[in-house]
């Protein structure tokens, strides 16, 4: 890890093979050139799974973060997308509560500091007013949760739905829950996406300024009209430099390059290319 870099950058965990132990998965990080390793909780059973987790196999992986000398910042918490904190129906809503108080309390255990919360208040469901208000009921006694284990949870900004498309559309439930624990964690690639897709009248700048105070990090990824991954760098519409510069007006200073093994071939050179794209990008910003 560069000390003498102003800003640390992440990478997320599907960008290297599946099949690697978690301590492989850590060394190919760092060798990769990046300064901590992204968990995914997604939502299948295997990754679910790792939430229940005993001590002795928390210790392991903490183990491996040591062994590795790579740590475990942040985490991925897409598995919201299956159990969601806006779902209706008593068994939905007490499963979506559990594994948000086991993410909380897992992040607590492996020294993680920030969990991306998935900007929807359901997904396989139709939203309603109903769905809205359950997922503020349960958003606030998550927070709560979050307060008390000292860990932060940001929302991502999605652009398949419009739920929390936008930074000033998080920002509603930030304010709502009013936490120094709850904030924003953009992806800057779906922001350009979903301006474009959705047609809103304010530029990504103009909304990001939106969550002045509040953006604890961010994710930086490519996407181009309707596409939200697997666009190679600098092909798209995201606005890199424009919007890193303004996110490190803002204090940011963790980034986190979401990208995936869409080169098996040649995984760790192309895990080596988007590094040198990504450092590329912010060091343009940084050493200015």
Not at 127 to 150: C, H, P, Q, V
Not at 171 to 185: N, Q, R, T
């Amino acid at each position: 890890m560069a000390r003498d870099r102003q800003y640390l950058l992440g990478m997320y965990e599907k960008a290297v093979p599946a099949d690697l132990s978690m301590e492989e998965k850590l060394r190919a990080c760092k060798e990769g050139g990046f300064d901590w390793m992204e968990i995914s909780i997604d939502e299948t059973d295997e990754k679910i799974a790792r939430l229940y987790w005993d001590k002795e196999e928390k210790e392991k992986l903490k183990q491996a973060i040591r062994n590795s000398g790579q740590p475990i910042y942040t985490m991925c918490f897409s598995a919201q997308r299956k159990y969601s904190l806006g779902s209706l129906g008593q068994e939905k809503h007490e499963k979506a509560l559990d594994i948000m108080e086991k993410a909380i309390d897992f992040a607590a255990d492996i020294g993680i500091r920030i969990i991306q919360l998935g900007g929807y208040d359901c997904y396989y469901e139709e939203e309603s007013e109903d769905t809205r208000n359950e997922f503020i009921k349960n958003l606030k006694i998550a927070t709560k949760w979050a307060a008390r284990k000292g860990v932060m949870m940001g929302f991502e900004t999605m652009m398949d739905r419009e739920f929390i498309s936008t930074v000033e559309k998080g920002m509603e439930f930030v304010k709502i829950c009013d936490s120094p624990y709850l904030g924003m964690y953009p992806d800057i690639g779906n922001l350009a996406a979903a301006r474009h897709d959705f047609g809103y009248e304010k530029s990504v700048s103009e909304d990001i300024l939106t969550g002045k105070g509040h953006i604890i990090a961010a994710h930086l990824k490519e996407t181009n009209v309707g596409v939200d991954r697997s666009v190679p760098w600098g092909t798209g519409l995201t606005d890199y430099e424009t919007h890193i510069r303004l996110l490190k007006d803002l204090g940011v200073r963790m980034f986190n390059g979401e990208f995936w093994n869409d080169h098996p071939e040649d995984w760790m050179g192309f895990l080596k290319e988007s590094n040198a794209f990504l450092r590329g990008k912010l060091d343009k910003v940084f050493d200015d």
